[in-house]
């Protein structure tokens, strides 16, 4: 399978959609999800090409992986949460739906399920829910 430079994230890294992020370095991107699993659900990109894990470099994987740890930490913070869920598809019989590389960081609470997939949030709600986020990586 090749990369989609039209798929959505591409689109977010190129500014054509907007998004609310959170953390940015040199190789990386973290993002609100729109459709937020719990509070704080926030999606770690790499900023160049990778499909999935199945194609991205060791480079690649190796920055999100950085990415994904220090937002991990601020999501702990930020929501008081005692908890970290990591989820990453691969393809669609993996359940990928956007195909560029992500990470779901989800801030978890014991006894707490997670919402269903596909519920759009407030905008004001995702950007409340930034702001915490970004005072926790400071």
């Known amino acids: 399978m090749s990369y989609d430079n039209n798929n959505v994230f591409a689109k977010i890294l190129r500014d054509e959609l907007p998004s609310e992020r959170v953390y940015e370095d040199e190789h990386t991107v973290a993002m609100m999800d729109i459709m937020p699993r719990t ?19 060791p480079e690649q994987l190796a920055a999100c992986m950085a990415s994904v740890q220090k937002v991990s930490h601020a999501l702990m913070k930020a929501f008081g949460a005692p908890g970290i869920t990591i989820q990453q598809f691969n393809e ?21 399920r997670l919402r269903r997939p596909g519920g759009m949030e407030e905008p004001y709600v995702i950007k409340a829910n930034a702001e915490k986020i970004r005072a926790a990586l400071d």
């Open 39 to 57: 509070d704080g659900h926030v999606l770690v990109i790499p900023k160049s090409p990778a499909r999935n894990i199945l194609d991205a470099t």
């Open 92 to 112: 669609s019989a993996g359940g990928q739906e956007v195909f560029h590389l992500h990470f779901h960081v989800l801030p978890r609470h014991d006894g707490v």
